[in-house]
């Protein structure tokens, strides 16, 4: 019982150290500036979401009508960087606050274009409750093999992550954004969706570069062309334990460019930062990670 309370906490996106709220039926929130990805598809008449609140934070599940949302900096100090922003939520749901339009702020406040993906899941419940009660069992049954990947997955989900770039990229005059230096962040299954991207795309539809924030570090087959990665996870994560980290060592044998933060303490769903640990770090340290890599330098005439 003690493993389903805290497997029901985690996909939920929410550090397990602190108490869970009790989520709530939320009123679907105003997206004026959400941009269908695929605008010829003919959308339902009656929307399929639900959106519910966990304390402050707002989270939707059942999307079936992907979008996604520019937030954009302010010119005066725009750097033609891009980051795609990818909640995560098991595939079932989408810490839409919490790992999606308050990364996409702080982002935007630095001088990165940032666009939130709302990608398509997985089925649940009408029923906030009913629903609670079916993620969480779901998940434990996923995770029941600690060496094998989740076994939740979604491939809709790349799809609408290499629909979400190549939108950006045909933007990239209007956002002002350098179509060479777009990049995704994505965090839990948002990290997972970020990764398949880099893997599954090819050449120029892969992100540049890639934030992979809490994902699990199992090995993977990385081709010598794929983007350079940032890894963050905590040591004390409790959905994905980290006995080695060979996601990584996976991106060093390819001789792919890969940064690591294994951080002491966080647990899983720490988003910005687990106030008291230093994960607080991780945003500020994917900024200065680009910023060594020269994507934040303007370009002339941009």
Excluded: C
């Amino acid at each position: 019982m003690k493993r389903f309370a805290l497997i029901s906490a985690l996909l939920l996106a929410t550090p397990v150290a602190a108490q869970m709220p009790v989520p709530t039926p939320a009123q679907a929130p105003a997206e004026p500036d959400a941009i269908p990805l695929y605008p010829d598809v003919k959308a339902p008449k009656t929307s399929t979401e639900n959106w519910v609140r966990f304390g402050n934070d707002l989270a939707v599940r059942n999307v079936t009508v992907p979008t996604l949302t520019p937030i954009l900096p302010d010119p005066a100090k725009a750097t033609g960087a891009a980051v795609v922003v990818a909640p995560g939520g098991a595939f079932m749901l989408l810490a839409m606050d919490h790992e999606g339009w308050s990364v996409a702020r702080w982002l935007a406040d630095h001088g990165i274009a940032a666009f939130v993906l709302k990608y398509r899941l997985n089925q649940t419940p009408a029923d906030t409750a009913e629903a609670s009660a079916y993620m969480g069992k779901r998940m434990a049954d996923s995770l029941r093999d600690p060496d094998a990947p989740p076994s939740i997955s979604e491939p809709r989900a790349t799809l609408d992550a290499l629909a979400a770039l190549k939108l950006v990229r045909a933007n990239a005059g209007k956002w002002g954004v350098d179509a060479g230096r777009v990049g995704m962040i994505g965090f839990s299954a948002g990290a997972m969706t970020t990764m398949n991207a880099a893997l599954e795309g090819k050449g120029g539809d892969r992100p540049s570069f890639i934030g992979y924030v809490y994902g699990p570090m199992l090995a993977r087959d990385v081709p010598a062309d794929a983007p350079p990665m940032f890894a963050a996870i905590a040591n004390d994560d409790s959905l994905f334990s980290t006995p080695s980290y060979a996601l990584v060592e996976s991106w060093r044998r390819a001789h792919v460019p890969v940064e690591l933060h294994a951080y002491e303490r966080g647990d899983h769903g720490f988003g910005m930062g687990k106030p008291g640990t230093t994960t607080m770090g991780v945003l500020p340290q994917f900024l200065s990670w680009m910023e060594m890599r020269g994507l934040l330098t303007t370009k002339a005439g941009q």
